[in-house]
């Protein structure tokens, strides 16, 4: 009972699927619903909540009550205040939740008012993460995006009003079209804003998408892999000389203010998942849910037949192994040796070590004090580089 306690999970990822439209660029599993303020779909948004507070009934509580929760989309914001209290207390009542958990929430402009919002911190979320991408107009009509600039700054008042004690932005760089000049603006209204962490992402064209099916990576009006590369330069430089710390790849944080759900994905520990197309990582068993909702609603009527027991094999150590580089060396700090001992021999970390040193005489590798890890900026911007040299020869 004792190693088991040790090995629960502290955090769950809950999923809420709903959005206004969808973006051209996403490749989540997402549901269109409309405008909430008209009512439409209202009737599955409950019927989703109730599958869900159901799924969460039924998974076994492993002995730990949850110090981190993190409701993503899709758009959460489309909840209403109850349907978000009631999420939180079915965790509660099943798992507990620590009294100074980090609750976080999605939320888009546009989504939520006032009243909304302060509902969800009364229902305990202490941390939002609003999804800006861009402070052109144009930029964000060219990416499907249902907000306005206004909506941002409109919404950047309510959240200051609320007094939401943690707030995240995420901006996207490498749009069609985007400028260097239009991603300095960018990043200049972000650090105006002055939110507690900032994410920067670099947009991926993925082949299902209505990006994919636009546009070719690295061709017109895509920037090319020189001017993205020089973006990710740029958000550095702005950002550490406001005050930011760099602390993961695409996440720079205020003291104090790094995201803690997230450390746990990156630092390969166990988590709760729920709802549509979620990946829970429980006792060496790593699964993800159906990433549809008539698939997903079989799923969970089969789970709960179940008694929640999932049927999927352990991951295996080699999987680990990999794991644990590719989500460690995403962190500033990066992957402690003592970790890669203890699951993998000495041969092994010894390749490792050896794939690493052409890196590191190009100063994108550094290993001491106990760790290895990839330097700010060039390791970072290279990473993929590292990781596949990494892959092919552990394989």
């Known amino acids: 009972m004792e190693e088991t306690k040790l090995n629960s999970p502290t955090s769950a990822y809950v999923h809420i699927p709903f959005c206004r439209r969808r973006c051209f660029y996403c490749d989540f599993p997402v549901a269109v619903v409309g405008d909430r303020s008209r009512g439409e779909n209202s009737d599955r948004i409950a019927t989703y909540v109730d599958t869900i507070c159901q799924e969460i009934a039924v998974t076994p509580a492993l002995g730990k009550p949850l110090a981190t929760v993190f409701f993503g989309g899709g758009t959460p914001s489309l909840l209403s205040a109850s349907q978000l209290t009631q999420i939180v207390e079915a965790l509660s009542k099943h798992f507990g939740i620590n009294a100074d958990a980090e609750i976080s929430m999605e939320i888009d402009p546009g989504t939520f008012d006032f009243n909304q919002l302060q509902g969800y911190c009364q229902a305990g979320v202490n941390r939002v993460s609003m999804g800006v991408q861009a402070f052109q107009q144009e930029l964000l009509q060219l990416c499907g995006r249902s907000h306005s600039v206004i909506d941002i700054w409109q919404a950047v008042e309510i959240i200051r009003q609320v007094g939401v004690p943690n707030f995240s932005l995420d901006l996207i760089s490498g749009l069609p079209h985007q400028t260097i000049e239009q991603w300095q603006e960018s990043l200049s209204k972000a650090v105006e ?155 092994t970390l010894r390749r490792i070590l050896q794939c690493l040193q052409p890196y590191q005489k190009q100063g994108w590798v550094d290993v001491e004090d106990g760790y290895m890890r990839l330097t700010d900026p060039e390791g970072f911007l290279f990473s993929n580089v590292i990781l596949a040299a990494l892959f092919e020869k552990l394989s």
């Not at 203010?257 to 746990?264: A, L, S, T």
């Open 193 to 347: 804003i002055a939110p507690n962490h900032i994410s920067i992402y670099d947009l991926t064209i993925e082949p299902v998408t209505a990006f994919g099916r636009y546009y070719n990576p690295g061709v017109q009006p895509l920037p090319t892999d020189d001017t993205t590369a020089l973006m990710y330069r740029q958000a550095q430089q702005v950002l550490t000389q406001a005050g930011y710390e760099h602390y993961e790849i695409s996440n720079y944080a205020q003291n104090g203010y790094q995201c803690r759900h997230n450390r746990v994905y990156w630092e390969n520990r166990p988590y709760y998942g729920f709802g549509m197309g979620a990946t829970s990582y429980v006792q060496g068993q790593r699964y993800t849910r159906p990433r549809k909702t008539k698939e997903y609603d079989q799923w969970c009527a089969e789970y709960q037949a179940a008694n929640g027991v999932l049927d999927c094999p352990p991951t295996p150590a080699d999987e680990v192994l990999l794991e644990t580089l590719m989500l460690g060396l995403r962190l500033k700090t990066g992957v402690r040796l003592l970790t890669l001992q203890q699951i993998c021999d000495e041969p």
